[in-house]
């Protein structure tokens, strides 16, 4: 699976410097970005980014999206209140691996205070090229 050619990212003040970071890795590889904040380390509000991005996915203006806060946690809660979301918390590789294979998750979310930049992009190139599997995982995705 290659890169797909757009996606939504969105960062909360703790993790502005790691989506910055990131948008510059996916524009290297001609990925249309559409960012919804934030866009400073001024202290904001992780729900706002959140919903932004979550909405992106659920209207159809793309179909991935990364999210970062200082836990990942608080992003990952607000956007799986989505209905058509299905956010992974992510913090090491295989589990961004198995987020896309097993969960068929559409939304990565990143602990900027527990990762480090170079972590965090190379779970996020894993997560955009992983393919779900489907099969048995599908019946379990229609569940949630």
């Known amino acids: 699976m290659n890169l797909p050619s757009i996606i939504v990212i ?3 003040h703790a ?27 001024d202290s904001c509000d992780y729900p706002d980014y959140a919903h932004a991005a979550a909405n992106e996915i659920e209207t159809a203006n793309v179909a991935f ?17 989505h209905q058509k979301i299905r956010a992974a918390l992510c ?3 295989e589990i961004a691996s198995l987020a896309r294979q ?12 527990f990762i480090t930049i ?6 996020v190139h894993t ?8 099969g048995r995982h599908q019946k379990r995705v229609d569940k949630i």
Do not use: Q
């Open 127 to 134: 997560f955009l090229t992983t393919e779900f599997e489907g």
């Open 15 to 41: 993790g502005y410097e790691y989506k910055e970071a990131i948008k510059s890795y996916l524009a290297k590889n001609n990925v249309e970005i559409i960012d919804v904040g934030t866009n400073s380390l």
């Open 65 to 81: 999206g990364i999210l970062i806060c200082g836990s990942a946690n608080g992003v990952a809660i607000t956007a799986n209140k």
């Open 10 to 12: 969105g960062a909360d």
């Open 102 to 113: 097993h969960n068929d998750a559409n939304i990565i979310c990143l602990p900027a205070r």
């Open 91 to 93: 913090w090491k590789n």
């Open 118 to 123: 170079d972590e965090a992009a190379e779970m």
